[in-house]
């Protein structure tokens, strides 16, 4: 059972465009949702993240929007850059016994065109 | 750089080898992960370890077995791997109390 569903699979944007991925998820114990970046041949790393009691944060060009009653959330890349170009996981947090526990989306493969 | 490295980064097998994945964390933390990933679906979490103790399995079949001799090394030992088997796999650490992992580049598995 998947818990966090992320769409689309693939995105691509022309430069200066607004990349938009979406995410739902089913379970309202998470409490923690970050976002992570993955470039070839790297491991994924943080990019933003979000608590569930804000409805959206900023960080530069990134802005997570966040909206709990419909157990959705979404990354916004503005002003989308070639660099921007990579794989893009949500993901939720949980605990799971003493752990906590990370669950993550299915990515999003971004090409943003020049 | 996160801090987390993996060796080898590129691994090629047959189904009676046996080898092991090695990942280290120069980041002082004491959790450690071991995460599945393959293509076009989510990063699937095989093994915790706490303070070099294991928290979770998730239901990972026992040709994976998982090794912390202490909270900076963590180990895979794979054995009669499958085709199935073959993926990215990632190690990633963190502060036990901080929602923030790190992940190294991870190892790519094939096994023929």
């Known amino acids: 059972q998947q818990q966090v569903k992320q769409s689309p699979q693939s995105l691509i944007v022309q430069k200066g465009g607004i990349s938009i991925i979406n995410c739902a998820y089913e379970?309202?114990?998470?409490?923690?949702f970050p976002w992570y970046q993955q470039f070839p041949g790297k491991g994924p790393a943080l990019l933003i993240a979000?608590?569930?009691?804000?409805s959206e944060k900023k960080e530069g060009r990134f802005t997570i929007s966040f909206n709990k009653s419909a157990k959705q959330f979404s990354l916004h890349i503005m002003d989308s850059q070639p660099g921007d170009s990579a794989t893009y996981f949500c993901?939720?947090?949980?605990?799971?016994?003493?752990?906590?526990?990370?669950?993550f989306g299915s990515g999003t493969q971004l090409t943003v065109l020049p | 750089e996160t801090g987390v490295t993996q060796t080898p980064r590129h691994l090629v097998m047959g189904m009676t080898n046996k080898k092991s994945l090695k990942c280290e964390q120069h980041l002082g933390h004491n959790a450690m992960y071991w995460y599945k990933q393959s293509a076009k679906k989510p990063l699937e979490l095989m093994f915790v370890?706490?303070?070099?103790?294991?928290?979770e399995n998730n239901s990972v079949p026992s040709r994976f077995s998982p090794e912390c001799p202490n909270s900076s090394h963590l180990f895979l030992h794979l054995h009669t791997l499958q085709p199935e088997d073959s993926a990215l796999y990632l190690c990633?650490?963190?502060?036990?109390?901080?929602?923030?992992?790190?992940f190294g580049p991870g190892t790519r598995l094939t096994v023929l």
């Open positions: 979000i608590r569930p009691d804000v």
């Open positions: 370890y706490n303070f070099k103790e294991q928290t």
């Open positions: 993901a939720a947090y949980g605990t799971s016994g003493s752990a906590r526990q990370l669950t």
């Open positions: 379970n309202t114990a998470f409490d923690y």
């Open positions: 990633a650490s963190s502060h036990p109390s901080l929602d923030t992992q790190y």
